[in-house]
């Protein structure tokens, strides 16, 4: 019988391995996934017959952008039950001028997520993306393929400890500023998974910066299957992020998790019980988008401000340039509805 601690090293190694053969190969524009298995008897979701399954989870996601007054209404008219609240971090590929998903908006995504202690890493990628409107309202319906896994206490602590003080230092700029970036990229070649080595392949090849932080928080609730929308899992945010100037701004959304369903026509029929559920709720068209800020557009710029990047130097090798301007400071959104009474 396998020990309880000969177990969970065996898992950590695995999740090792996981994330250092998904991590982006930016240099070469290559995508580095797991090897695919062969075909097993689950079924996938819209995928050919003779495509290999995938070693990713592929989760179908609804989601909704919504106004205030929008998130303000479904607030109040549907019975959520648990709160949630996370710090998300995201990493991209730096050359020097750019990251590497300002030029290819489909390359997968790296991020951490802070739950209170926990830090998970996520991998992810769309696989498809169609906008169904049953009742007037657009619902967008992904397939997404994500990877993931927990970071070990120790070496988390060491990643968020350089990614938060990049953050800290982001307003101001300058050398600083990259100093954090470096350190970060250090800090990502010195997990265990990459015991030190070039994730990227060769010595020419981009550094991994933070491009993005965003604030998450939320409710979640499943409805029970008598009721419209039935099987669903629910959750309402409300996001803070920086958008290409800098300014923070508020951010709302409705998402929907549907439950083991894996056909087309079942995903179609969720989208569809997922906009009756909304505009039995009292939902218009009118509070429906908002704004959607790309952080990574101020944090590329104040990147390039700093001190330009040589893009045929990986950071850790050094950084050539001149003093970096300062910026200002920006305050932050308000809060208000972040202390607001879920029943």
Known sequence: MTRPYHRRMRQHVLSCLCLTTLLTACGQGRVLVPPARPATSQTG?????????????????????LTEAGFRRLQSALPWRAETSRLDYSYDCWDGERFRRMQQPEAPRLRLKLKGEKTEWQVSRGVERVTIAPVGLPVTLSIVETWEGRLADDAA?????????????????????????????????????????????????????????????????????????????????????????GRWR???????????????????????????????????????????????????QQLRQSDALNPFLPAHLGLQGSTGTARGTYQPASRKMLSASMM
């Open 157 to 245: 602590g060491a990643l968020r400890l350089a990614t938060q003080a990049f953050f800290l230092r982001l307003d101001l700029g300058g050398p600083p500023l990259l100093a954090s970036a470096r350190d970060v990229d250090r800090q990502w070649r010195a997990l265990p998974a990459w015991a030190g080595q070039q994730p990227f392949g060769g010595p020419a090849q981009a550094a991994l910066f933070p491009s993005a932080m965003k604030r998450r928080n939320g409710w979640t609730v499943t409805l029970p299957r008598e009721e419209v929308g039935g099987g669903l899992k629910l959750g309402l945010h409300f996001d803070e992020s920086r958008d290409d100037a």
């Open 45 to 65: 979701i819209w995928r050919a017959q003779e495509e290999p399954l995938a070693a990713g989870r592929r989760l179908p996601e609804l989601r909704l952008p």
């Open 250 to 300: 508020e951010r709302f959304e409705i998402e929907a998790e549907p439950e083991e369903r894996s056909s087309r026509e079942q995903l179609v029929a969720a989208a569809a019980d997922f906009g009756k559920l909304l505009a039995a709720s009292g939902l218009t068209t009118d509070e429906v988008g908002g704004e959607t800020p790309d952080a990574t557009l101020f944090t590329a």
